[in-house]
């Protein structure tokens, strides 16, 4: 399990690497698709590929579509830590689980480089 998280995080620009060594607490941008392979599992788009998503405790308001903060923790793969972009307290953090590699195509970016769902060529599933 731990290599599915190496594969998550493993293709982070440096500069975000560098922010998560300084700040653990640091997300990693990605964003939630529907999955092509299963109709009860969700997708997960990030630099290093898309993974199958299962959405658990605290996930209500994310589907496909919502962009996300991805956040790495090696001692509890295959679960992450997820919350929307902005941070909103609403929102809160919710837990996920990745259950493997569906697809080595990276997420969609923008001209920073962040994973963007509104960039995706296919809004409602992968690539």
């Known amino acids: 399990m731990v290599a599915i998280a190496a594969a998550i995080f ?6 975000t690497a560098l922010a998560q060594v300084l ?5 990693s941008p990605a964003y939630i698709t529907a999955s092509p392979n299963d109709p ?12 199958a998503l299962t959405l658990a405790q605290g996930c209500e308001g994310l589907g496909p ?9 090696l001692l ?16 809160g953090y919710c837990l996920a689980h990745v259950s493997g590699l569906m697809s080595n195509t990276p997420c969609a970016t923008n001209d920073q ?14 690539q």
């Open 10 to 15: 493993g293709h982070l620009s440096p500069a």
């Open 23 to 27: 700040d653990p607490l640091a997300g």
């Open 40 to 51: 009860n599992t969700l997708g997960l788009a990030t630099p290093g590929g898309r993974f």
């Open 65 to 73: 579509g919502s962009d996300v903060l991805i956040y790495p923790d």
């Open 76 to 91: 509890m793969a295959p679960w992450l830590a997820m919350t929307t972009p902005d941070g909103d307290p609403a929102q």
């Open 113 to 126: 480089g962040v994973c963007d769902a509104s960039l995706d060529s296919a809004p409602g599933g992968d």
